[in-house]
């Protein structure tokens, strides 16, 4: 997740930064079968981070991301959501302006997959010490006796 605070020329580095946003896959690409999934709007992730800016354009970022899925066939019985799993995504983030950025994460999933994510990101709108930002995730994902998978995804945050 990209995100920046808002800061000004006189403030000493390095800074922590932390955000809160929301995602989910707008498109899945199975390599393994040739699958490709359009807005499979079947899980959300609610990526919580920490950014440690080192300078005023670079961070070391760490970043949680719980999920769940959103049961299609649902009976009286069950309920509708379920919790899917956490995800370790830690990585750098490098802003090339006050609104354009680009994150590099490696993944560990609590499935067992393992893999990495490149994050374009755009902040829409400042405030005077938060931000929201859209952000397209691209993870790719491998191992733990699962699909490989490549993803391209949606991520809204708002960055304090």
Aim: hydrophobic fraction near 40%.
């Amino acid at each position: 997740m990209y995100c920046q605070n808002y800061e000004d020329e006189l403030t000493p580095n390095p800074k922590v930064g932390a955000y809160f946003s929301v995602v989910t896959h707008l498109k899945d690409y199975d390599l393994h079968k040739r699958n490709v999934e359009l807005l499979p709007l079947h899980s959300v992730g609610f990526p919580v981070g920490v950014n440690f800016w080192i300078a005023k354009n670079f961070a070391f970022s760490i970043e949680f991301v719980p999920s769940v899925r959103l049961n299609e066939h649902v009976d009286q019985v069950n309920n509708s959501i379920t919790t899917t799993g956490l995800l370790f995504h830690p990585g750098f983030t490098y802003t090339f302006s006050d609104h354009y950025g680009f994150s590099a994460r490696i993944a560990f999933e609590s499935n067992g997959q393992v893999g990495f994510t490149p994050v374009i990101g755009r902040t829409f709108y400042h405030l005077k010490n938060s931000n929201f930002s859209v952000s397209i995730p691209f993870p790719f994902r491998f191992g733990g006796n699962l699909p490989t998978t490549l993803s391209v995804g949606l991520q809204l945050g708002w960055g304090f």
